[in-house]
């Protein structure tokens, strides 16, 4: 089974810049996550979706990120704009939506630069 | 509120010693709780779950509810449990993970 992918990989852009991130989940996972880990620390959840909605994001400073699920499926995440704190890798994650615990799948991530 | 603290941020060992990654959590209710690997230029990857119960690569963690720990255990170290080790709590409802900050495990031959 094809895991979860995102794009791009690396991406390297000025301050005050915008920023956007693309994430794909497994075939018919219907919550899907968005994590930001900065280095040294361990992945934080920014938002989480349940098919096309939004089910938690307390962690998302609305001012700057956006995030979207049209369709339930594919998402993007978007910064503008970006600030120099917000460099770091921004994984994607998915599960079954189902049952407890739901054992989340990650992305490779994006690593982001903010210069 | 919830949080989950791995104290090392380094282990090192020498091939065959026994290894013992800790992590310690705060939560008001009944953890469910996991360890996850990243290995080198791999991605984050579900290594264990408490309620399993299940030993993985020979790995194994118990949950202590009265010291709160969910410590990872392995007697005999290999070379390829070099990695990045996260230990996270999931809460119901939302089920939302919470890391720690990892520790990573450098095996030596």
């Known amino acids: 089974e094809a895991g979860v992918a995102q794009s791009p990989r690396y991406k390297i852009i000025e301050k005050r810049q915008s920023v956007a991130f693309w994430c794909n989940p497994i075939s018919g996972h219907a919550t899907l996550y968005w994590y930001q880990q900065i280095l040294g620390q361990g992945p934080k959840l920014l938002i989480q979706?349940?098919?096309?909605?939004?089910?938690?994001d307390s962690q998302l400073p609305k001012d700057r990120f956006s995030a979207e699920r049209l369709k339930g499926v594919d998402s993007t995440l978007k910064i503008q704009p970006a600030k120099l704190e917000d460099s770091a890798v921004y994984l994607c994650?998915?599960?079954?939506?189902?049952?407890?615990?739901?054992?989340?799948?990650f992305g490779p991530g994006t690593r982001l630069t903010v210069l | 509120a919830q949080r989950v603290t791995q104290p090392e941020k380094l282990l090192s060992v020498f091939k065959g010693a026994p290894v013992e990654l800790k992590c310690n959590y705060s939560y008001s209710g009944s953890p469910e709780l996991f360890w996850y690997v990243q290995y080198s230029r791999q991605r984050l990857q579900l290594l264990l779950r408490h309620i399993s119960r299940e030993s993985i690569k020979g790995f194994t963690a118990d949950l202590n509810k009265g010291e709160t720990s969910f410590h990872l255990k392995k007697p005999f170290a290999q070379e390829e449990d070099s990695a990045m080790y996260y230990c996270a709590l999931i809460s119901r409802g939302f089920q939302k993970l919470v890391f720690g900050t990892g520790t990573r495990l450098l095996v030596s031959p």
């Open positions: 979706f349940q098919n096309n909605g939004v089910v938690d």
């Open positions: 994650a998915s599960s079954l939506g189902t049952g407890f615990p739901d054992t989340q799948y």
